[in-house]
């Protein structure tokens, strides 16, 4: 049973920073893709970024140069580290995990709960 459960969300101000963890049970982390995705209030999910086993990283253009994915193999955990944040960034923040080099949602297997991000103006 893989599990994947995400913390470190909540209220920040425009140009703040937050660590976002995802900490994954039932899959190791650096065998699969790690991928973070975002839903913000009336809109599609959309990908954010995401690592491969070979710890390659892609981004979303509009998080570039803003957000950064790593993992800690060690406690088989990945951490979306967002700085110089947005308005436009509020949005539940997903971790997921997928057998496939893919920035499509659909091509992920497994997702957490999600957890909320609020960047106010």
């Known amino acids: 049973q893989v599990q994947l459960v995400e913390s470190g969300g909540g209220l920040v101000q425009a140009g703040g920073s937050l660590r976002l963890s995802c900490a994954a049970s039932?899959?190791?982390?650096?065998?699969?893709?790690m991928g973070w995705f975002r839903q913000g209030p009336g809109k599609e999910r959309e990908f954010v970024a995401r690592?491969?086993?070979?710890?390659?990283?892609n981004y979303a253009d509009s998080v570039k140069g803003r957000f950064s994915i790593s993992r800690d193999n060690t406690k088989n955990t990945v951490y979306l580290q967002m700085s110089s944040l947005k308005p436009e960034d509020t949005a539940v923040y997903y971790c997921?995990?997928?057998?496939?080099?893919?920035?499509?949602?659909?091509?992920?297997?497994?997702w957490g709960p999600g957890t909320q991000v609020t960047v106010s103006s």
């Open positions: 997921a995990t997928s057998r496939w080099v893919s920035t499509i949602a659909r091509d992920y297997e497994y």
């Open positions: 690592v491969w086993r070979s710890g390659s990283t």
């Open positions: 039932g899959r190791t982390v650096s065998a699969y893709a």
